[in-house]
């Protein structure tokens, strides 16, 4: 006979499992919405800078140099904020995505994903005279997009902080540990002091404010695309110079 007790130990039990499965279908259903805003929101913001933008450079080709220089002056303000503005939504949209899509895991070799980033980025890779090296990539489980997006972040982040006095020189590699697969993106550029090191994940964290041009959501994305696999990222100086970022993946 199953006394008293252990009824009431069960009844409680079954209690907190329905209210915990009450939650996660709350969850599902707040980031469905969340997802959906975003997407509404992106679409119904970006018509309207397009408009904006065009009719600025509309304007610009036909009265540039017709008016005064004060005419021509805010005419590019307007190109470049639109601009701004436009790409701002797009890393929004982008974080969002992140942390609300599904994760459509499938094995591949992450030398693909990384390979489709740097073609990408090949004119900045040209432009800044960076030297890019990738050592070993191993056979993961993992959404092909999102790695790509990560790997993609990565670099542009150590092209746009390079140094000015020297070559950007970037290395890529990732390997398997106890915990799953770990990968660094290693640079030698302008570096992040080590008390900023976790700072510079949070969404819209800017350490080097509006010199260097961004949104301040490349990092918060790659942490999102990180934990929805199963891992961390960090951050670390280098020595002597530079920023080595560590992100792992689970099996």
Wanted: glycine share 8%; net charge negative; charged share 25%.
């Amino acid at each position: 006979m199953v006394s008293a007790e252990a009824k009431g130990q069960q009844a409680d039990t079954d209690r907190r499992i329905s209210a915990l499965q009450r939650n996660l279908d709350e969850l599902r259903r707040s980031n469905a919405e969340l997802e959906q805003f975003a997407h509404v929101v992106s679409h119904d913001l970006r018509e309207p800078l397009r408009m904006i933008s065009s009719y600025a450079q509309l304007m610009m080709r036909r009265y540039g140099g017709k008016l005064d220089s004060d005419a021509d002056a805010f005419l590019g303000f307007i190109t470049e904020g639109a601009a701004r503005m436009e790409h701002l939504i797009g890393d929004i949209l982008d974080y969002s995505r992140a942390g609300c899509s599904n994760v459509a895991l499938a094995a591949i070799d992450s030398a693909e994903p990384l390979a489709a980033a740097l073609a990408d980025l090949s004119p900045s890779i040209s432009d800044s005279g960076a030297h890019v090296s990738v050592g070993t990539m191993p056979t993961i489980s993992a959404d092909s997009g999102q790695i790509e997006r990560l790997f993609a972040n990565l670099v542009s982040n150590a092209l746009k902080y390079r140094a000015a006095d020297r070559i950007p020189e970037i290395s890529i590699s990732g390997g398997e540990n106890v915990d799953g697969w770990h990968f660094v993106v290693r640079d030698n550029g302008q570096g992040i002091p080590a008390t900023d090191c976790e700072r510079v994940f949070a969404a819209f964290s800017r350490l080097h404010g509006r010199d260097i041009p961004g949104t301040g959501l490349g990092l918060a994305i790659c942490r999102k695309i990180v934990e929805r696999h199963g891992g961390i990222i960090w951050a670390e100086p280098c020595e002597p110079a530079g920023t080595a970022f560590h992100f792992t993946l689970a099996h």
